[in-house]
């Protein structure tokens, strides 16, 4: 009886030793665990993590360029009065090849993002000329295909509104926007508008003749510049005005382009006198009163060939539009001197300082000289 008493006593006291040992070792990994939990790389981390958490991260600005040529007075055909070496004549002479009369500058309105010129002429195949006076003056077509010219240029718009988009009447007219969309080439002016995105920001274009500056017209100039920046556009209008042969700019297209600008314009750019006019910084804005001929088939051989290619660069930071910069690339309307040959072709060397030159004298108030390196002709103004 004595030994099982001993042995019970045994068991009991085993049985209490392993339970106390294991309480214990439980004790002990809990405060281990604690230790752990609350040691100091672990309140690093916490310190790391707050540190990132509050610390601002640093956004880089995103710079963006659009390159836009603007050229003047093209018209892609003739009247019907001239005879040898017309614009038609040339085109067969050079197999009926579209891409003949750009060819020379496509290099450059290519590496652009837009290029506009003045579509001076109706593509049609009507023969019922407008009734434009005495003495008779020029009715100037091409065929509808003549468009195709355009698109093999690299030019994407043109401006319509000028004193010979209606030769052909509104038959004449409405051929030549139908030849356009049928070549996606977009248009401008005549009460059309021209708006596209480029590398994100909005561009509107307007067109209007602006041979007087009456109220009615300056209204609908405003009007018209109030539609486009309620879009959010940069807005660029091309006014046919001015007098032929006159490198000065009149009071008429001062009157008006200063107008354009203090309404809320960003670019003006003229033509219609066939020769250049000089270039005018105002508010911050240019003014182009003209670009004179460009690829022009209503002159077989005019006493003047001087033109040029006129680009704004437009800059932005995080799509803020902070400069405007210009470059102007002299050229002739033609690649031959005795002739015209439709085929407008950028100067060189002597030839281009001299036109250079001319357009920095005519523009008294652009307050930048022309120089010839292409870089240094790039001036900002914010």
């Known amino acids: 009886m004595k030994q099982k008493k001993i042995l019970i006593f045994n ?6 030793i392993i339970s106390a040992s294991i309480t214990y070792f439980i004790f002990k990994s809990s405060n281990i665990s604690k230790h752990i939990i609350t040691s100091k790389p672990v309140t690093k981390i916490a310190e790391i993590k707050e540190s990132i958490e509050t610390k601002p991260i640093e956004k880089k600005d995103i710079l963006t360029e659009v390159l836009i040529s603007s050229v003047g007075d093209c018209t892609l055909g003739t009247d019907d009065k001239f005879t040898n070496n017309t614009f038609p004549d040339v085109l067969k002479k050079n197999n009926n090849d579209y891409s003949y009369f750009f060819r020379n500058v496509k ?3 290519s590496k652009d993002d837009l290029t506009i010129a003045n579509l001076e002429t109706t593509f049609t195949l009507s023969n019922v000329k407008a009734y434009k006076g005495n003495p008779p ?17 690299s030019v994407e718009a043109v401006n319509l509104s000028n004193n010979h988009i209606y030769d052909y009447s509104k038959k004449g007219f409405n051929d030549t926007t139908s030849s ?8 401008f002016g005549e009460g059309n508008k021209f708006i596209t995105t480029l590398k994100g920001n909005k561009y509107g274009f307007l067109g209007y003749t602006g041979f007087n500056n009456n ?4 209204d609908n100039v405003k009007k018209d510049i109030e539609s486009l920046k309620n879009e959010n556009c940069i807005v ?7 007098a032929e042969g006159s490198y000065t700019a009149n009071e008429v297209q001062k009157s008006i382009a200063h107008f ?3 309404n809320g314009a960003d670019l003006i750019i003229g ?15 240019f003014i182009c009163y003209s670009l004179g001929n460009f690829c022009f088939g209503g002159n077989q051989n005019p006493y003047d060939k001087d033109t040029f290619i006129f680009q704004t660069k437009y800059r932005f930071t995080n799509n803020v539009l902070t400069s405007t910069s210009i470059k102007v690339i002299p050229c002739s309307i033609s690649s031959a001197t005795n002739i015209n040959d439709y085929r407008p072709t950028p100067l060189e060397g002597d030839k281009k300082l001299h036109l250079l030159a001319k357009i920095t004298k005519l523009s008294p108030n652009l307050g930048l000289k022309l120089e010839a390196d292409d870089f240094s002709t790039l001036m900002s103004i914010k």
Request: proline fraction near 3%; glycine fraction near 8%.
């Open 137 to 153: 003056f020029f009715n100037f077509k091409g065929s509808p295909e003549y468009a195709k010219i355009l698109t093999a240029g």
């Open 11 to 16: 068991i009991f006291l085993f049985t209490f």
């Open 180 to 187: 356009l969309k049928n070549n996606n080439v977009n248009y």
């Open 215 to 218: 109220k009615k017209f300056l």
């Open 271 to 285: 033509h219609h006198p066939h020769v250049v006019e000089g270039i005018e910084q105002y508010k911050g804005k």
């Open 260 to 262: 354009a600008v203090d």
């Open 236 to 242: 660029i209008i091309n006014f046919h005005w001015g």
């Open 107 to 109: 290099d450059i309105f």
